[in-house]
């Protein structure tokens, strides 16, 4: 499944609940929307970054309990960036490609 797909899934699943924060009728609501998915991509990588956190300090078990719930931390992220390339009507995966590019300039390879 390519990322369009993704994003149209979620697009339906969202419309269907009659939520909108993919699409943006002006620019003040598309700053609302983006204001909205940046705290709330935020939120999710605070989520994953505090089971990392708990791990490190042994006060939870690597386990695949902990495993599934990080994954699901993970997934929340990228819906968000989903959400949030729709609103800037975005090619994500062109976009990927590009800034591949540009780190393969910038970081050097070690054999």
Known sequence: MDIKSMQDINAKFSES???????????????SKLGYNAVAISGEVGEFANLVKKVLRNKERLNDEMLAHMKEKVADVFIYTLIV???????????????????????EKKN
């Open 17 to 31: 609940r009659g939520w909108f924060y993919h699409k943006a009728s002006n620019t003040d609501d598309m700053i």
């Open 85 to 107: 390339s729709q609103l800037l009507n975005m090619d994500l995966e062109s976009e990927f490609l590009k800034k591949q590019g540009k780190n393969e300039g910038r970081f």
